[in-house]
């Protein structure tokens, strides 16, 4: 069967780079990125590295006159508008690059590779200044971390203030834009600041920090930029989506190795892909709730929620739950509004607690406090874990949505693990509650399901 060619043009983007032979940068992680954004991707090759997780072993360049024939055979053929540029490792390359770039009137996006994440150089060190000389004067952008921006700028940076600095310093040597990267700085700090200076404004994106080495994460960031351009986004709008993007892909990293762990820009799709099945298996679960009579006694007076996360989510607002909570109405339960994304703060706080610790525990519901109930999950091999709300620290209490992620954090400290349920006495103005945790929405009701009938006695059948 023969398939009609698409009549949507595809945005087509071109990296020119290293490659990678672990497969978590270069151009590796940059062809991933533009799939996972929808956007066709070319490339460019500039050097060969034996590299993994651990560090680069081997590097072969790439001859200047091959990178620009490379160059020429793509944009010959394939409407290149936006490039974005890594490892270019001689002034050489970097020539070829700027050559080409001027031909062909290509916007880049430029990575300023100077060494891995692992210490390794992936540049010729007396050929540092020829960044400066030949690709920052035809950058639209240029993403270096806090090490290349002063590397480039020749000044130090100690807090925000030096990182303004530098971005106008680098501006200064030819850049149109700037986004510095911030991981690096105040690394005791819960929050990552990335800073953009763009026609002559800074806009300044906070954040959490995620505890992981990356592998690939500058790559994968410019890349993504690269591709929203292509997309036909402004720059700063480009750099916005961009920023949640590499979020997403550090939440979604893989640990394929025994070193660094590289980000995951497949997880953007994965999320994508989930949104409306998520969707479904909350209202599914809903419904049981609202038909099986044996929920009603144990439904909390506040109301009982569902919900479940996506594989990767950055916060609340990748959570569904009912809107509205499943509510008493007269003699049963009924959910107030559908699923959505965001609808609960409270339940959402829960589940993200849990997946910092299991991954795999994506959903919870809650019901209202009883021991025969806790006892009867316990009973029938459920692991079960309480907090005491009268031991939460007064600075945890005073930060609205805190209480719940604290009292998880206790549960799970008192098991060494997730547990199945973790319940509290409630204390004045909040109700007692038990929370069922599980992987989906149906594990969570089955669980719950499973130890409410275990408290009511089957009849027995007796033959006439």
């Not at 071109?14 to 954004?37: R, V, W």
């Not at 100077?114 to 960044?131: F, H, P, Q, V």
Request: glycine share 8%.
């Amino acid at each position: 069967m023969q398939y009609p060619h698409r009549a949507k043009k595809i945005p087509c983007a071109m990296t020119i780079a290293g490659s990678d032979s672990g497969g978590g940068a270069g151009i590796e992680a940059d062809l991933k990125t533009f799939s996972a954004l929808g956007v066709f991707g070319t490339c460019v090759i500039t050097a060969i590295t034996a590299q993994n997780t651990r560090g680069v072993k081997e590097i072969f360049p790439v001859p200047p006159e091959m990178v620009k024939a490379q160059i020429q055979t793509v944009m010959e053929d394939i409407p290149i508008k936006v490039a974005k540029t890594g490892m270019l490792y001689s002034r050489g390359i970097m020539k070829a690059v700027a050559e080409s770039v001027d031909e062909y009137g290509i916007t880049i996006v430029a990575d300023p590779v100077l060494r891995a994440g692992t210490g390794s150089s992936l540049i010729i060190e007396e050929d540092k200044n020829s960044l400066i000389e030949f690709i920052l004067p035809r950058t639209k952008i240029l993403t270096p971390n806090l090490f290349e921006a002063e590397a480039i700028s020749s000044l130090k940076i100690r807090s925000l203030e030096d990182m303004k600095k530098v971005a106008r310093k680098i501006v200064e040597l030819g850049a149109d834009a700037v986004i510095i990267k911030g991981g690096h700085l105040r690394k005791n700090e819960q929050k990552v600041y990335d800073l953009l200076y763009h026609q002559g404004s800074f806009r300044v994106f906070e954040k959490q920090r995620i505890r992981i080495k990356p592998h690939g994460g500058g790559c994968t960031f410019s890349a993504a930029i690269a591709s929203f351009l292509a997309k036909g986004e402004q720059l700063e709008h480009a750099v916005e989506k961009a920023e949640r993007f590499i979020e997403i892909s550090f939440r979604g990293a893989l640990k394929v190795g025994s070193g660094r762990t590289p980000v995951n820009p497949m997880a953007f799709l994965y999320n994508k892909s989930e949104r409306a099945e998520i969707i479904e298996q909350v209202e599914a679960a809903a419904r049981l709730i609202e038909e099986n009579p044996h929920f009603l006694p144990f439904a909390a007076e506040v109301g009982t929620q569902i919900a479940m996360a996506l594989p990767f989510p950055r916060g609340p607002e990748d959570i569904a739950a009912i809107e509205g909570r499943i509510v008493k109405v007269r003699d049963g339960l009924k959910a107030v509004g559908p699923a959505r994304f965001g609808a609960s703060r409270h339940i959402a706080s829960i589940i993200l607690t849990a997946m910092k610790h299991d991954p795999e525990i994506r959903a919870a519901m809650n019901l209202h406090y009883s021991p025969r109930l806790v006892e009867a999950f316990r009973k029938i091999g459920f692991k079960a874990a309480g907090f005491d709300r009268r031991l939460e620290p007064a600075e945890i209490k005073r930060v609205e949505g805190k209480s719940l992620s604290w009292g998880v954090e206790e549960a799970i400290r008192e098991l060494h693990e997730v547990p199945d349920v973790i319940y509290d006495e409630g204390e004045v103005g909040k109700e007692p509650m038990i929370r069922i945790l599980g992987r989906n929405t149906s594990e969570v009701v089955n669980k719950a399901l499973k130890a409410i009938e275990s408290l009511f006695p089957r009849r027995r059948k007796i033959d006439g």
